[in-house]
């Protein structure tokens, strides 16, 4: 059964191959890339392109990995586990550049290819991952590893391979191997559509507004904007609003029309839950289904013992148990605040409670009374131009790296920059790409990833190629771009992901960088750190029109409202996450209500009705579309370990503290994945994490 279905693939992929009129010499995907710092050449690449590469790929990764079942030689950790580890190079270079587009450039176009190539780019990867002849193998080496004379790098390499194939399917039976392999594809494919519907969402809803005395409280800028938004809808002389975060959050803040609040706000968190064509639910349903069923068959109770074995957490009851020290303090802080905003819109004449839609408008109110700060206030400090030259200003603080901009790369979009990273000699380190604006095809949010990772060949170095993308506001004439704080801290996060990409080493890709899933945000969320410090707001937060520094008064205010607020987004935040670990210990396939199940589950923990969760489940994309299944609590979990991580550099009583850098970068960025990760840790830091530092930065304790 297993040679056949390998036969059957290897059939497809060439016959693929053949009938595409395509010349593979001049498909730029497949030849060497003669660019500076062999980047992709986005302005050769057409769509057309992607299909006969992606199928040329998988067809020499097949090879490869044949090259390797038919060594007559004795398996050994050269001939087996560094082949393997090479393998793919191609596969891999196509991959990271298709997805990473269809991510930041979704069309129709590319959405088609990936509904066609994901199954096969499925099958592929299960072939090899439930390969008898390739696992016995790797097992033949795994179990004489002892006696190899290897290092603890090439061990570590060995037995995370193994890992890998246990924990794919590799000892299955093969009926076992091929139902899995059933259950992945139409993972794969389900996955993709809810991205797709997601998008879908956001681009079709737009609330119309046709009367300026509507937009009352709204700043100008974001009246500027909705007016160009108006303009590219078809609307011209009116003001369109969608629920984008740039467009959403601030006529949540600031707009006195409670009715266009909620109607907005409703846009927002009924996505995917529409019962339209973009719905959802139905996909849902199936995911988690699905996803339990793998992991009985893997030996596991549900989807989130099965993810958490590897993480740190280790087990789902672990998670649990911490988000709950955390949220039972959080929500009686949340209380406080909606009373506390309650009164206020009292004073103001409201006679009804306050409902979720007012929360943002209400806070924005209560931060001015309580810090005497208006988010209006800070944003003419935080040019983009300036929050990203304050984020280079740290790393070479820190890192002793520059970034020194370039205009001879190719991009895929002219709203990217490029910037070439050099380390402290001067030796070059990266290549940077970063895409500030939002614009239809794009998904929501931001993240970090990579068009190709660090590797090595032989001593050869290969350096990587990393990419930040934000939805920031795009710009308007010839103003510029201002953030909100919220944003600027954003850029800081992303940009801290970056760094573990520029920083990452080793021989082996299987460790090289490297981290569980909830250590993974500690590099970003460090970085956050340094953007509200005092000494670092002093270099970058300066005025758009005057230059001037922003003024220490205003500093103090910002700071001091670092506590602001705190009680919701924490208890938003780990409603999220609940709701996630809830989806995924389900034991029994799910055929019931979705919304019931949510709204079950928030119960349960007695969430009050004024706060959803930050992501609803038909818009969740983290866990159903971004890889963060039975994992979206890292970012708190990481918190525990940024917060402690950063207050070492605040005990040293230098913020740029070089040795402490020089550690971190050591021991987390670059070689997280040698060893243990809270050995990695304690490497740095000298003891394991504590979470008293987080309780008080949240204001907790």
Same mark, same amino acid.
């Given at each position: 059964?297993?040679?056949?279905?390998?036969?059957?693939? *290897?059939?497809?992929? $060439?016959?693929?191959?053949?009938?595409?009129?395509?010349?593979?010499?001049?498909?730029?995907?497949?030849?060497?890339?003669?660019?500076?710092?062999?980047?992709?050449?986005?302005?050769?690449?057409?769509?057309?392109?992607?299909?006969?590469? %992606?199928?040329?790929?998988?067809?020499?990764?097949?090879?490869?990995?044949?090259?390797?079942?038919?060594?007559?030689?004795?398996?050994? #950790?050269?001939?087996?586990?560094?082949?393997?580890?090479?393998?793919?190079?191609?596969?891999?270079?196509?991959? *990271?550049?298709? %997805?990473?587009?269809?991510?930041?450039?979704?069309?129709?176009?590319?959405?088609?290819?990936?509904?066609?190539?994901?199954?096969?780019?499925? &099958?592929?990867?299960?072939?090899?991952?439930?390969?008898?002849?390739?696992?016995?193998?790797?097992?033949?080496?795994?179990?004489?590893?002892?006696?190899?004379?290897?290092?603890?790098?090439?061990?570590?390499?060995?037995?995370?391979?193994?890992?890998?194939?246990?924990r794919k399917g590799a000892n299955l039976t093969e009926s076992e191997k091929s139902r899995m392999m059933e259950i992945n594809t139409q993972l794969a494919t389900l996955s993709l559509?809810?991205?797709?519907?997601?998008?879908?969402?956001?681009? @079709? #809803?737009?609330?119309?507004?046709?009367?300026?005395?509507?937009?009352?409280?709204?700043?100008?800028?974001?009246?500027?904007?909705?007016?160009?938004?108006?303009?590219?809808?078809?609307?011209?002389?009116?003001?369109?609003?969608? /629920?984008?975060? !740039?467009?959403?959050?601030?006529?949540?803040?600031?707009?006195?029309?409670?009715?266009?609040?909620?109607? $907005?706000?409703? @846009?927002?968190?009924?996505?995917?839950?529409?019962?339209?064509?973009?719905?959802?639910?139905?996909?849902?349903?199936?995911?988690?289904?699905?996803?339990?069923?793998?992991?009985?068959?893997?030996?596991?109770?549900?989807?989130?013992?099965?993810?958490?074995?590897?993480?740190?957490?280790?087990?789902?009851?672990?998670?649990?148990?911490?988000?709950?020290?955390?949220?039972?303090?959080?929500?009686?802080?949340?209380?406080?605040?909606?009373?506390?905003?309650?009164?206020?819109?009292?004073?103001?004449?409201?006679?009804?409670?306050?409902? &979720?839609?007012?929360?943002?408008?209400?806070?924005?109110?209560?931060?001015?009374?309580?810090?005497?700060?208006?988010?209006?206030?800070?944003? /003419?400090?935080?040019?983009?131009?300036?929050?990203?030259? @304050?984020?280079?200003? =740290?790393?070479?603080?820190?890192?002793?790296?520059?970034?020194?901009?370039?205009?001879?790369? *190719?991009?895929?979009? !002219?709203?990217?920059?490029?910037?070439?990273?050099?380390?402290?000699?001067?030796?070059?380190?990266?290549?940077?790409?970063?895409?500030?604006?939002?614009?239809?095809?794009?998904?929501?949010?931001?993240?970090?990833?990579?068009?190709?990772?660090?590797?090595?060949? @032989?001593?050869?170095?290969?350096?990587?190629?990393? *990419? =930040?993308?934000?939805?920031?506001?795009? /710009?308007?004439?010839?103003?510029?771009?201002?953030?909100?704080?919220?944003?600027?801290?954003?850029?800081?996060?992303?940009?801290g992901h970056a760094l573990h990409g520029f920083f990452t080493r080793g021989d082996y890709r299987r460790i090289a960088g490297d981290i569980p899933r909830d250590m993974v945000e500690?590099?970003?969320?460090?970085?956050?750190?340094?953007?509200?410090?005092?000494?670092?707001?002093?270099?970058?937060?300066?005025?758009?029109?005057?230059?001037?520094?922003?003024?220490?008064?205003?500093?103090?205010?910002?700071?001091?409202?670092?506590? #602001?607020?705190?009680?919701?987004?924490?208890?938003?935040?780990? &409603?999220?996450?609940? $709701?996630?670990?809830?989806?995924?210990?389900? !034991?029994?396939? %799910?055929?019931?209500? =979705?919304?019931?199940?949510?709204?079950?589950?928030?119960?349960?923990?007695?969430?009050?009705?004024?706060?959803?969760?930050?992501?609803?489940?038909?818009?969740?994309?983290?866990?159903?579309?971004?890889?963060?299944?039975?994992?979206?609590?890292?970012?708190?979990?990481?918190?525990?370990?940024?917060?402690?991580?950063?207050?070492?550099?605040?005990?040293?009583?230098?913020?740029?503290?070089?040795?402490?850098?020089?550690? %971190?970068?050591?021991?987390?960025?670059?070689?997280?994945?040698?060893?243990?990760?809270?050995?990695?840790?304690?490497?740095?830091?000298?003891?394991?994490?504590?979470?008293?530092?987080?309780?008080?930065?949240?204001?907790?304790?």
């Amino acid at each position: 059964m297993k040679n056949l279905i390998l036969c059957a693939l *290897s059939i497809v992929v $060439l016959s693929a191959c053949n009938q595409n009129g395509n010349n593979m010499t001049n498909n730029p995907l497949l030849t060497e890339f003669n660019t500076p710092f062999q980047t992709p050449p986005f302005d050769l690449i057409k769509t057309e392109h992607y299909k006969p590469a %992606f199928l040329e790929a998988m067809k020499q990764h097949r090879t490869e990995i044949d090259a390797i079942i038919n060594n007559p030689q004795d398996p050994d #950790f050269e001939n087996c586990i560094v082949a393997l580890d090479h393998s793919g190079t191609l596969l891999h270079s196509v991959s *990271s550049i298709f %997805f990473n587009l269809l991510e930041a450039e979704r069309s129709d176009e590319m959405q088609a290819i990936a509904m066609e190539m994901m199954p096969l780019l499925t &099958a592929h990867s299960d072939n090899i991952l439930m390969s008898a002849p390739l696992f016995e193998k790797i097992k033949a080496v795994y179990n004489q590893r002892e006696n190899a004379g290897l290092d603890p790098l090439a061990t570590r390499t060995l037995e995370k391979l193994y890992q890998d194939f246990v924990r794919k399917g590799a000892n299955l039976t093969e009926s076992e191997k091929s139902r899995m392999m059933e259950i992945n594809t139409q993972l794969a494919t389900l996955s993709l559509q809810f991205g797709d519907n997601i998008v879908k969402e956001i681009n @079709g #809803f737009k609330m119309i507004v046709d009367n300026l005395d509507d937009l009352k409280g709204l700043p100008q800028e974001n009246i500027d904007a909705a007016a160009q938004d108006a303009i590219a809808a078809g609307e011209e002389g009116k003001w369109v609003f969608t /629920p984008k975060k !740039t467009s959403w959050i601030p006529f949540l803040q600031y707009a006195q029309n409670r009715e266009l609040r909620e109607q $907005l706000y409703k @846009g927002y968190h009924q996505r995917g839950d529409n019962n339209n064509d973009n719905d959802n639910k139905a996909l849902i349903q199936k995911m988690v289904s699905l996803r339990l069923e793998a992991a009985n068959l893997l030996g596991f109770p549900n989807h989130a013992a099965y993810v958490i074995d590897e993480n740190m957490a280790k087990t789902p009851e672990n998670v649990y148990a911490f988000l709950e020290r955390i949220w039972v303090p959080a929500l009686k802080v949340a209380k406080n605040e909606l009373a506390a905003m309650q009164k206020i819109a009292n004073s103001e004449g409201v006679d009804s409670p306050l409902i &979720a839609s007012d929360w943002w408008y209400y806070a924005e109110k209560l931060r001015k009374q309580k810090y005497d700060l208006d988010e209006s206030e800070i944003k /003419p400090y935080l040019q983009l131009e300036n929050v990203r030259d @304050g984020m280079f200003y =740290v790393a070479n603080k820190l890192y002793g790296i520059t970034f020194e901009k370039r205009t001879d790369i *190719s991009l895929y979009h !002219t709203d990217v920059e490029t910037y070439e990273v050099k380390d402290v000699d001067g030796s070059h380190l990266a290549i940077f790409y970063i895409d500030y604006a939002t614009r239809a095809g794009k998904s929501a949010g931001a993240w970090c990833t990579e068009f190709r990772s660090y590797r090595k060949e @032989g001593e050869q170095e290969i350096f990587p190629l990393v *990419s =930040v993308v934000c939805n920031f506001p795009r /710009p308007f004439g010839d103003a510029p771009v201002l953030l909100s704080w919220d944003e600027a801290t954003t850029l800081f996060h992303e940009f801290g992901h970056a760094l573990h990409g520029f920083f990452t080493r080793g021989d082996y890709r299987r460790i090289a960088g490297d981290i569980p899933r909830d250590m993974v945000e500690l590099p970003s969320q460090i970085m956050e750190n340094w953007a509200g410090e005092p000494q670092v707001l002093q270099v970058y937060a300066k005025h758009f029109q005057t230059g001037v520094v922003m003024p220490e008064a205003l500093i103090k205010k910002l700071v001091n409202s670092s506590l #602001f607020n705190q009680g919701f987004m924490i208890v938003e935040y780990n &409603a999220s996450s609940l $709701l996630d670990l809830d989806w995924h210990t389900i !034991t029994q396939p %799910f055929t019931k209500d =979705v919304n019931e199940f949510e709204q079950k589950a928030m119960d349960k923990k007695g969430l009050i009705k004024e706060i959803l969760p930050r992501y609803r489940s038909t818009y969740f994309s983290h866990i159903f579309d971004g890889g963060y299944s039975a994992g979206y609590y890292v970012y708190r979990w990481a918190e525990v370990l940024d917060a402690d991580a950063f207050n070492a550099f605040k005990q040293s009583g230098d913020i740029y503290n070089q040795e402490l850098a020089a550690k %971190f970068r050591k021991y987390i960025l670059a070689e997280g994945g040698f060893d243990d990760p809270m050995e990695q840790y304690k490497r740095f830091r000298g003891a394991a994490p504590s979470e008293t530092p987080l309780l008080v930065k949240r204001g907790l304790q």
